[in-house]
């Protein structure tokens, strides 16, 4: 049914284009199929809408008035259907006379509406104008079928087709009488030319085809009918029909053979269909038969066709699924392949024999044999096989064994498809196919079948005769090693050939692999290295790898097993590849070679001492890499001191602290500080960098690790460290306070203070000095003059109300390009400041910020001035009065001025 929605769709959208009288009543017809068809009210509706709009737009309109009074009848809307054909009634004496044909439908309309509306009279009166002025016509046989009058409308339509009658109504009445009741199965001779015009216009009545069968059986000689049919509903009686007409005109093409093989398929009793599906099959090069239909072809007599016969042997001979039909007739195949090997025919098939012969017969018929051989040692190399694209003319073919390509040319045979008969040593044809200019490649697959299937039975008979044709050497070279080299004699004819010019890489180096297999599997293993030194590994399989590397080992060629190893390590088991790595790690000179190997097998959980040290000494990674490593080793309880200091070393060259290197690096300082003195020294310095510019939490092995080597040295950087780890995150440790005193001296000492004291949650262990400032930070590179300029403001004050000259404060340079200084900050005030880099040729300031101090916390330092009036700006702000005046009493009681404004 898509089709047919399909051209509604197509001419809605022609109607919107542009409006069209005729495209409207097409549009109408296909409403209205559609509504019959699938019995959609819809549709009904939708046509009746195409042709009231047809109307309103020209009431003047014969063909749109009768239009809708047809659509409105249908739709059993007598009133507005009457009314459209009242307009008429001045004209029907006209149209009579002028217009018979439009008579003629304004008749059908009144017919149509009386039989509806169970007025027999009326019809009666209609029916008989209507049959005098056309006796056969189709709108009679449309009013027959309103009455279910199937027989009579049946023959109306039957005469309408005899006078050459058709069209669009004919056939939509048609449908209506064989998808009705009509029930005469005898007499539906118009039911073939009915389905032809169902499937194309999209749909299909499958719901009454059996009932026609005898219909459909008087067309089968129009096989072209049958084969639609057929495709549209599937039915086994008329595939049967089919095969009796395809057998009728021995008819074997590829479209007949399955055809044939389909009805094989589903059991048809078709008279002689297993020797014409065999026949078919044999012409058209195809091998798929079924079990089932090659029991039923053996059944048959003798055709007498000796290349039938040939194609069927070769049939039980090659496959597996016809071994006891086979046993059967095992004598009459060797007597059959015997007779034809005597005369010297030639082909696929026979070949096929001829090998079988040679393979089962005994040795009384030694002459025989040998001309079998011969047969199929001239034709083991070639192939055939059928064409798809006719436009193919040249076929290159591409041989893995050997270099560059071969061409050949294509024959034509129409009708059947052009054959391509090529020259290969493989064991399946590698092929492309040009056009006749040989520059275009066509698009085409040739199913490839070698003349001489079964050459591997005489493969060793043709060595035996070492023949002189390189490419049959190649083949027999070839089979040898896919079925293993049996003796000398097949070792030293590899050996031959493997030294023939114009071989590939890899297969020379195929056949130099077996030399060295076969040669240590004897224990041979001076000779297998010999072989397989020549081969070019990278040519070579993950197996035959293993298997030189195996023999390079035994033989004591240590560097050629390191090479190998170096090349194609990643392919070897764990198990060989971990025993040659012991093995060759006793020649220091390979270890670079194997270091690679070293590393990966060590990771994998398989640890020898002498291995793990190459891959800690020689192997040249990435730091992760270094890291995992260290990981193996720990894993399998073993140490590697050197690495730990190779990956310190690596971390500080990529500047890498992360949580691995810390703690090799608390590792290592714990192991042995004074042999590795230098380098740990370094590490430490890297990561008091870290943490005081970057803001780097240490783990707390490495934090443990610093805060011992602050208490041997006391230096002032750790300190410094230690103490931005406390403010920072927290951490508490045994003796930090005496840590952050150690720092708070010497940023006293320096008269620089770092933000981070901010942070700590216990500001009571710091001194006066660093509690009555606030620090600020500033990095830039070292040697730069940096100064910080900044003005107070009170809670109350606005922006412009600030004190107008900015104080200056020079920045004391510390490490790391970081330059601190400090400024005093009240409660309740808000600093602005900035900084400036100034140099002889001008300055370079940045942004103005803000820093506000809200917190609300009182210290007792009776001694400090500053925490005096500042605790007394405190006690103000929480409505503390008494307390502000007697801090501010002691103050006045030593002679000093208060400005008014500080309360």
Not at 42 to 55: E, K, M, W
Not at 335 to 348: E, P, S
Not at 885 to 900: F, N
Request: aromatic residues 12%; proline residues 2%; glycine residues 6%.
């Amino acid at each position: 049914m898509d089709a047919l929605f399909y051209k509604i769709n197509r001419l809605k959208n022609a109607n919107d284009r542009k409006k069209s009288l005729k495209t409207a009543l097409l549009l109408m017809w296909r409403h209205i199929q559609a509504y019959i068809i699938t019995g959609d009210g819809g549709q009904l509706r939708q046509a009746r809408a195409v042709t009231a709009a047809c109307l309103s737009e020209d009431k003047s309109s014969v063909s749109a008035r009768l239009a809708f009074a047809f659509v409105s009848f249908l739709a059993e809307d007598y009133q507005g259907g009457e009314e459209a054909l009242r307009e008429l009634e001045v004209y029907k004496s006209w149209f009579y006379r002028k217009e018979p044909g439009v008579f003629r439908v304004y008749l059908f309309l009144r017919a149509l509406r009386y039989i509806r509306l169970k007025k027999t009279g009326g019809a009666q009166k209609c029916l008989k104008q209507l049959e005098e002025l056309a006796p056969r016509s189709v709108l009679t046989a449309y009013l027959e079928i309103e009455r279910e009058d199937w027989s009579a409308a049946y023959a109306r339509l039957t005469e309408v087709k005899k006078d050459g009658g058709s069209g669009f109504l004919l056939n939509l009445c048609l449908y209506q009488v064989f998808i009705g009741k009509f029930s005469s199965r005898d007499g539906a001779g118009l039911f073939p030319d009915f389905l032809s015009w169902c499937v194309k216009e999209g749909f299909f009545p499958e719901r009454r085809l059996d009932f026609y069968k005898s219909s459909i059986a008087r067309k089968k000689d129009d096989l072209s009918f049958l084969k639609m049919a057929y495709q549209y509903s599937g039915r086994a009686w008329i595939l049967k029909m089919i095969c009796e007409g395809l057998i009728l005109r021995l008819d074997y093409t590829a479209a007949a053979r399955e055809y044939y093989r389909e009805a094989e398929n589903k059991q048809l009793d078709v008279p002689e269909l297993p020797l014409h599906l065999m026949k078919a099959s044999f012409i058209n090069k195809n091998e798929d038969i079924s079990r089932y239909a090659m029991s039923r072809f053996l059944k048959y007599p003798d055709s007498g066709d000796e290349h039938l016969k040939a194609f069927v042997y070769h049939l039980l001979t090659s496959e597996d699924k016809f071994a006891d039909l086979k046993n059967r007739f095992i004598s009459e195949i060797l007597g059959f392949a015997y007779d034809c090997a005597r005369i010297g025919l030639k082909g696929r098939y026979y070949n096929s024999l001829y090998a079988f012969f040679f393979e089962r017969a005994s040795g009384e018929y030694a002459a025989v044999k040998e001309k079998c051989a011969e047969i199929c040692a001239a034709e083991a190399l070639w192939f055939e096989g059928a064409s798809q694209n006719p436009e193919t003319e040249y076929v290159w073919v591409f041989d893995a064994e050997k270099e560059g390509h071969e061409v050949f040319r294509a024959t034509h045979n129409p009708p059947y498809p052009s054959k391509a008969r090529v020259k290969s040593v493989s064991a399946s044809v590698n092929y492309v196919c040009f056009d006749k200019t040989g520059k275009r490649v066509t698009d085409d697959e040739i199913d490839f079948k070698r003349l001489a299937g079964n050459y591997g039975a005489i493969s060793r008979h043709i060595r035996d005769k070492n023949p002189k044709d390189a490419d049959l050497r190649i083949l027999c070279a070839r089979v040898l090693l896919e079925g293993g080299l049996a003796d000398e004699g097949d070792a030293e004819f590899l050996s031959a050939v493997s030294s023939l010019k114009g071989l590939s890489k890899a297969f020379r180096a195929r056949l130099r692999a077996a030399l060295g297999d076969f040669y240590a599997g004897r224990g041979d293993f001076s000779r297998a290295v010999a072989f397989y030194a020549a081969s070019e590994e990278n040519c070579l399989d993950d197996e035959q790898a293993e298997r030189i590397l195996s023999a390079f080992v035994e033989a004591g060629e240590l560097e050629r097993a390191a090479a190998l190893i170096e090349k194609r390590g990643e392919v070897f088991p764990d198990g060989a590849l971990f025993d040659a790595l012991k093995k060759i790690a006793a020649k220091k000179e390979l270890h670079a070679a194997i270091a690679q190997s070293c590393y990966n097998i060590t990771l994998r959980g398989l640890v020898d001492e002498a291995v793990a040290s190459i891959a800690v000494n020689s192997y040249n990674g990435s730091l992760r890499e270094y890291q995992e490593l260290s990981e193996a080793l720990l894993s399998a309880e073993a140490s590697a001191p050197a690495l730990d200091i190779k990956i310190l070393r690596k971390a500080l060259e990529i500047r890498d602290a992360a949580p691995g290197a810390q703690k090799i690096f608390a590792r290592a300082y714990n192991a042995d500080y004074e042999k590795n003195k230098v380098l740990l020294d370094d590490f430490i310095y890297y990561l008091c960098y870290e943490v005081i510019v970057n803001g780097l939490r240490l783990s707390y092995e490495a934090a443990n690790a610093l805060e011992r080597r602050f208490a041997q040295t006391g230096e002032a950087l750790l300190s410094c460290a230690l103490l931005h780890l406390y403010a920072g995150f927290s951490l508490r440790a045994p003796g930090w306070e005496g840590v952050c005193l150690a720092a708070a001296d010497f940023m006293e000492a320096e008269g620089i203070m770092f933000p981070a004291v901010l942070e700590l949650k216990d500001k009571l262990n710091f001194k006066p000095y660093i509690l009555k400032n606030r620090p600020f930070m500033y990095q830039a590179l070292p040697g730069k003059n940096v100064f910080m300029y900044y003005t107070a403001r009170g809670s109350g004050d606005s922006a412009e109300s600030g004190t107008e000259t900015a104080r200056r404060v020079k920045m004391r340079y510390f490490r790391f390009g970081l330059y601190l200084c400090a400024a005093p900050h009240f409660y309740g005030e808000t600093l602005s400041y900035h900084f400036s880099e100034e140099t002889d040729g001008g300055s370079i300031s940045t942004q103005t910020r803000e820093v506000s101090n809200s917190d609300q916390k009182e210290y007792d330092f009776p001694d400090d001035e500053f925490f005096l009036i500042n605790n007394a700006l405190i006690c103000e702000r929480i409505m503390r009065h008494g307390e502000a005046e007697r801090i501010i009493g002691g103050l006045l009681d030593k002679g000093r001025e208060v400005s008014a404004k500080l309360i």
